[in-house]
Structures are given as structure tokens and as C-alpha cells.
């Protein structure tokens, strides 16, 4: 069946540090590929997405590429804020808008002023 | 922006008893509505998609009878666990995406914890 794995967390870093979260896949067929985020005490908001290969999702200063090659989806942001502080999730959807889907175990990210 | 509420937001019950979370969107419509659960520290697994005006979809493992949902409007979906046991102690999310456009894009509820004594 589909899965998806991303880096366990937390993760911390500093204010302007260069973030990577990876983020892998397997799935049957061309799925689309998501990031989600939740703040504390909210629930979850698409942060970007990618729907076929080599689209770049992009939102607030992240990006993602969907490579199929690699079957990745990996979470890049130049220069993270405080506020960036937040719990991650990569997800993917195989079929269409009527499907449900599959997230990895989510990251949890720290970001020191 | 599309908006998707729970209902309550935690809950607490004895062993034996049954609880029903309601979802519902705020300013959409949805005909289908998403059942989520999530352990600590797990991924959010989907339990089964909710139809409006027919019977829901359950993943694999999940038992229907236990976990009964009934998505009797377009604006409310309703998960019932029935004679709840404590390992169905976790955090019970929804989702629910609007009518229109060829694309349904998810929005989420904020969850409910749900604490089976």
C-alpha cells in the first residue's frame, strides 16, 4: 500500500537557518503530493502541494519539488522564523479529490531566537 | 478560508460507554467528509470516508460497528465509538473539502481527544 516517510524529529535550529525536511514516498500510480502544518493548538493547513512530477509547490517562503525519480517531496525554506516553529507532515493522495490521505509521522520543528 | 470545526474538543468516559465527535464545515458544503486518528507520536491514519446520504467507506482493520459515522448533511458528519474500550484512548481528527471544482482540496478540524477511562 501507500506510505510515507519523513525525518523523525524534533528539529532545531536557529533563526535564518537553512531548513531541509525529506520526505519520501511509495505509492501506486502518479499520486499528489502534500505538505501540511500544524501549529500548537490548531488543526492541520496545507502549506503546498504538487499534483505531477518536476511541480514545485511553494508557500510562505517553502518550497517543494516532486521528484519521481527519487520519489521524494523534500520541504526546503532559505531562512526560518520563529513562528515557523510548528509540527510538519508530507501526505499523499493516490486517487482524486474523494480519496483520503496518507501522511508520514510527522516533524516536529523548533526554531531558537 | 474554509473552515471545519469538532465537537467537543476533548472528552472523557468510562469504559462500556459510547461518544459521538461531530464535524462539521463552517462555510462549505462537503459530500464527503474524512475520518483521521493519531496516536502520539504517529502519523494520522485514515479510518474511513464519510458520504453524504449513504454509507460510509472503512479502511481496512477498522471496524464498522465499533466506529459508526453518519453524514447525514452536507455540513455534518458525526463518529460514534461505540462501548469504547481504553485503547480507543487517541486524537480524533476530521477533514472535509468543498463541492465544487474538479480538485477537493482537505481542510481540517482541530481534533478531538478522546480518553477512555
Known amino acids: 500500500g501507500d506510505s510515507v516517510t519523513q525525518m523523525e524529529g524534533p528539529v532545531t535550529l536557529s533563526e535564518e537557518a537553512f531548513l531541509t525536511i525529506n520526505c519520501t514516498y511509495t505509492?501506486?500510480?502518479?499520486?499528489?503530493l502534500f505538505w501540511y502544518v500544524q501549529y500548537p493548538g490548531e488543526g492541520l493547513q496545507l502549506l503546498l502541494k504538487?499534483?505531477?512530477?518536476?511541480d514545485k509547490g511553494s508557500n510562505k517562503g517553502f518550497e517543494a519539488t516532486y521528484r519521481k525519480e527519487t520519489t521524494s517531496f523534500h520541504l526546503e525554506k532559505g531562512s526560518v522564523q520563529v513562528s515557523d516553529s510548528a509540527v510538519y507532515f508530507c501526505?499523499?493522495?493516490?486517487?482524486?479529490?474523494?480519496?483520503?490521505?496518507?501522511f508520514g509521522k510527522g516533524t516536529h520543528l523548533i526554531i531558537q531566537p | 478560508g474554509a473552515v471545519v470545526s469538532q465537537h467537543p474538543s476533548w472528552v472523557i468516559c468510562k469504559s462500556g460507554t459510547s461518544v459521538k465527535i461531530e464535524c462539521r464545515s463552517l462555510?462549505?458544503?462537503?459530500?464527503?467528509m474524512f475520518w483521521y486518528r493519531q496516536f502520539p507520536k504517529q502519523s494520522l491514519m485514515l479510518m474511513a470516508t464519510?458520504?453524504?446520504?449513504?454509507?460510509?467507506?472503512?479502511e481496512q482493520g477498522v471496524e464498522k460497528d465499533k466506529f459508526l459515522i453518519n453524514h447525514a448533511s452536507l455540513t455534518l458528519s458525526t463518529l460514534t465509538v461505540t462501548s469504547a474500550h481504553p485503547e480507543d484512548s487517541s486524537f480524533y481528527i476530521c477533514?472535509?473539502?468543498?463541492?465544487?471544482?474538479?480538485?477537493?482540496?482537505?481542510?481540517f478540524g482541530p481534533g478531538t481527544r478522546l480518553t477512555v477511562t
Open positions: 505509492a501506486t500510480g502518479y499520486p499528489s
Open positions: 462555510d462549505f458544503q462537503a459530500t464527503t
Open positions: 464519510s458520504n453524504e446520504g449513504s454509507k460510509a467507506t472503512y
Open positions: 477533514s472535509a473539502g468543498p463541492q465544487t471544482g474538479s480538485w477537493n482540496e482537505q481542510y
Open positions: 504538487a499534483t505531477k512530477a518536476d
Open positions: 501526505a499523499l493522495r493516490s486517487g482524486g479529490g474523494a480519496d483520503g490521505l496518507t
